[in-house]
Nanobody, 123 residues
Framework: QVRLAESGGGLVQAGGSLRLSCVAS????????MGWYRQAPGKERELVAG???????KCADSVKGRCTVSRDSAKNTVLLEMSSLKPEDTAVYYC?????????????????WGQGTRVTVSS
């Protein structure tokens, strides 16, 4: 089993930035990739960004150019930094871990989910 603990989030003004951190604990040897998904009110959960063990990085088109994702494998931590935030970035952001396919948006590849952290971008 793997436990994912998220931190960061909160209320941010439009144009600002955010930094989310996720620490994995437990049987982390089973993780091939980690990433972030989000779910806005009334919408489906979607990929934000992901990074594989081989350091392949994917950012969703909706955040491309504003997204930085990094991973410290020694600390089992994945970081998401987003800039130029927009009101439409408002969502609950979930840390995800599992197979490599999750970095391409395949939620079937996600084995573990964090509890989620809310991000609200005010205009």
């Amino acid at each position: 089993q793997v436990r994912l603990a998220e931190s960061g989030g909160g209320l941010v003004q439009a144009g600002g930035s955010l930094r989310l951190s996720c620490v994995a604990s437990g049987s982390t040897f089973s993780i091939a990739a980690m990433g972030w998904y989000r779910q806005a009110p009334g919408k489906e959960r979607e990929l934000v960004a992901g990074i594989s063990n081989s350091s392949t990085i994917k950012c969703a088109d909706s955040v491309k150019g504003r997204c930085t994702v990094s991973r410290d494998s020694a600390k089992n931590t994945v970081l998401l930094e987003m800039s130029s935030l927009k009101p439409e970035d408002t969502a609950v952001y979930y840390c995800a871990a599992g197979r490599a396919g999750l970095i391409y948006g395949f939620q079937s590849a996600i084995v573990y989910w964090g509890q989620g952290t809310r991000v609200t971008v005010s205009s």
